[in-house]
């Protein structure tokens, strides 16, 4: 694993992969399924169909499509809908509370299930942006361009916070910066970034650098 304070410039800035990096909603897809494999296999599948698209796709189609494709029950999509309501921060997540620059969020999904995640997070960040509102999914470069955009700080001087891996591909191909907080067992080895077990190691790496007036 990385050292998440290697090479690390102060960003102006930071944004954050909402469902991974922020959310635990690893544990809605586990529960809906049933069973924590075929839930990963799922929320899998949906994100290789999201990284296929050229533009936004309905999600909530997207969900209940391949959730038929592997086979779930019927109503394991509904299940998921009905449990994002319930969705919690993972524990580290009030350590973003501690950033003195601006911060938002980043997230593949529709507009209405990102604000309630948002809401659901605790957290007050600039902007949310899904991806039915940017027009793409993750990991198009473009919807990281339109984050940056909205924050109005060049991409170079944004740190993006990415919850997997193909999440902090996408964002590094876009330009920005990247640190990724491992959520899965299989994503801390990720040789291409900076990997951190939490999300209080990452704000206290950006807080140091800003403290040292880098």
Known sequence: MSSPTTDLARPDAVLFDLLMGVMNSLELWEAAAQDRDRGLAWRDAVTKRMAATNSYEPYERLVEEVAIE?????????????????????????????????????????????????????????????????????????????ACRRLDRPMDKVLFVAGSPYDADGARAAGLSVMQVARRPDHRDDVSSHVATTLVEIVAAVEREGGQGG
């Open 70 to 146: 592997i086979g779930l029950d019927a109503g394991a999509s509904g299940e998921l809908l009905d449990r994002w309501l319930r969705m919690k921060p993972w524990p580290d997540a009030t350590a973003v509370d501690g950033l003195t620059v601006p911060y938002a969020f980043v997230t593949n999904c529709s507009a209405p299930l990102a604000s309630v995640a948002a809401r659901r997070s605790g957290l007050d960040p600039v902007f949310t942006l899904s991806a039915q509102e940017a027009g793409w999914y993750k990991p198009d470069e473009r919807i990281y361009r339109e």
